[in-house]
């Protein structure tokens, strides 16, 4: 019955929410050109072209070449041994809506170390709700960065210069940390909107923004056995489905690769609500689907399993959200899967053991945040939006220029 009542809220929500995007979008179009207080040619540092990796010159903690297939090679023939992660992440605003199924979602969900099974929230800015936001990151989830604006379309991204994306990202870093009380420290990924990475520009602001990964770039050569994430310090040897893709040397900058799933027809997709061919609105059969897409990783060298998607999925089907749950309760009944965010999943991939992972569970953030709740006008637009903000109100709709929504 609770289900029933959130996924007609969602429906009713995600409807609104696709009529404002429309209206929105044509508006966006007159936003000024980002300024920046750097000369780009003086703050940036010439990029080298990055050589092929071989083992012997990148090592973990800090180097980790793109085509090492396992997360040491010692651990050949103990492939059953490493223990299994799952990344389920969500893109977008987070509202009360999708908010209360994440709750659901995630409700009692442990790992079989007894911490908490966490996911990671790749936050847009326009319609989110900062007092729930402040609510996962307290509940031990992840908090990552998809940008302010969402743009206006794939060439928005493509053409981005680098100055750009890091106002993009800069900013929703610093909204995160005023409203939502998230520590910036604890702020480490981002994922383009529409996946559209720039080539080294993505992954020179992921270095610019002291980020430690993105987690926007898919893989479909690399899916069997499954990718590993890999530093950039040397050129990786992933396929480019969305270019530009980045070749220089990039040292320290890790890439999360998006292992995609296959439809039912046998097509990849990089999200489970891109594929298209989806299994029918059935709980058994999506149940199947998840479980095959899984094994790829789970019977072979045990890469991380990516499940990624928009609350609006759970939406789309009737039976979608009821199979999820299921899906991610029988993972939980394995002894050797540890559903946690990307970051978590990291700090393994750089010190990798056989068996359990780590030694103590991650201390959940406590921080304190009294709800307010704001009417503010977007000074581009002159929209009133409605805001949940954690102890006080900023003048104005924040935006890009103006994250911290100053009287300007
Ligand atoms: C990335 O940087 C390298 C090294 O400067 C350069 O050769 C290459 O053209 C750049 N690639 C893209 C897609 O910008
Ligand atoms: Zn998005």
């Known amino acids: ?10 429906v009713l929500f995600a409807t609104t929410l696709l009529c404002d995007g429309q209206k929105t979008k044509n508006k966006l179009k007159s936003k000024n050109k980002v300024r920046t207080t750097v000369a780009p040619q003086l703050a940036r540092l010439d990029l080298q072209k990055a050589e092929p990796c071989s083992a012997a010159k990148c090592k973990l903690p800090d180097c980790r070449c793109s085509d090492a297939t396992l997360p040491r090679p010692k651990f050949k023939g103990k492939e059953q041994e490493i223990p299994q992660f799952v990344t389920i992440t969500f893109d977008d605003a987070v509202n009360a809506v ?69 106002s993009e990202f800069g900013a929703q870093l610093q909204i995160l940390e005023t409203f939502a009380k998230v520590d910036p420290k604890k702020i480490q990924g981002m994922r383009l909107p529409f996946l559209q990475i720039s080539g080294n520009k993505t992954f020179e602001a992921v270095k610019s923004l002291g980020l430690t990964y993105d987690s926007s770039w898919p893989t479909q050569q690399f899916k069997n056995p499954p990718m590993w994430p890999y530093t950039l310090d040397y050129l990786s040897v992933q396929d480019c489905q969305i270019g530009p893709c980045p070749n220089a040397e990039l040292p320290g900058v890790w890439v999360n690769p998006m292992v995609t799933w296959t439809d039912t027809e046998g097509y990849s997709c990089s999200m489970i609500d891109a594929c298209a061919y989806p299994p029918a609105d059935e709980i058994d059969a999506l149940f199947e689907w998840m479980l095959e897409n899984f094994n790829r990783h789970y019977q072979s060298n045990r890469a991380p399993f990516g499940m990624y998607l928009h609350a ?42 056989l068996g359990e992972p780590f030694k103590s569970c991650e201390v959940k953030p406590k921080t304190q945040c009294q709800a307010v709740h704001c009417n503010v006008q977007k000074t581009s637009t002159g929209e009133i939006r409605y805001m949940s903000v954690c102890d006080k109100c900023p003048i104005v709709y924040p935006w890009l220029k103006n994250p911290l929504g100053l009287d300007m």
């Open 1 to 10: 019955m609770k289900y029933a009542i959130v996924l007609i809220l969602g």
């Open 312 to 353: 609006a999925w759970f939406s789309r089907g009737r039976n979608n959200f009821a199979a999820f749950k299921k899906f991610v309760h029988h993972l939980s009944t394995y002894p050797d899967v540890y559903m946690t965010g990307i970051s978590r999943m990291l700090e393994y991939v750089k010190k990798p053991v």
């Open 98 to 166: 999708n908010y209360a199924q994440y709750d659901l979602l995630f409700d009692g969900l442990t790992n079989p170390d007894g911490c908490p099974a966490t996911g990671t929230f790749f936050l847009s800015h326009e319609y989110t709700d900062y007092v729930r936001v402040n609510a996962l990151y307290n509940a031990g989830h992840e908090i990552a960065l998809h940008s302010v604006t969402h743009g206006d379309g794939t060439d928005y991204w493509r053409e981005a210069d680098i100055d750009t994306i890091e």
